[in-house]
């Protein structure tokens, strides 16, 4: 059975930065690509980034850019998100996934993610 299991959640002043992990059970990360996703109150769940399998490449929504940082450290099976420069609409849920979508378009879309962790709560205050 897979399992993720996210943290590094918690409190932060705009401006500060966090780093989000999520240990995987079950499935060998590399195997996979690997995202990162966040819900807002009130709305629908984001795409934040993907790390391909095998190749490693990253993806990153537009918002994200240069602010966040997708990683796989592949002998601790463990996916990581370094955000910097965090703002109060970076406020959420944020959920790891993991799946086999193929291209960008593809990997936007938390249909092709197969599995998912219980998410950790981020919290950007002003």
């Known amino acids: 059975q897979v399992q993720l299991v996210e943290s590094g959640g918690g409190l932060v002043q705009a401006g500060g930065s966090l780093t989000l992990s999520c240990t995987a059970s079950g499935r060998t990360l590399s195997s996979y690509a690997m995202g990162w996703f966040r819900q807002a109150p009130g709305k629908e769940r984001e795409w934040v980034a993907t790390?391909?399998?095998?190749?490693?490449?990253?993806n990153y929504a537009d918002s994200m850019k240069g602010r966040f940082t997708i990683s796989r450290d592949n002998a601790k099976n463990t996916l990581y998100l370094q955000m910097n420069s965090l703002k109060p609409e970076d406020t959420g849920v944020y959920y790891c996934a993991t799946g086999n979508p193929r291209t960008i378009a593809t990997m936007r879309a938390a249909y092709y993610y197969d599995y998912w962790g219980q998410g950790t709560q981020v919290t950007v205050s002003s």
């Open positions: 790390i391909t399998r095998t190749t490693g490449n990253t």
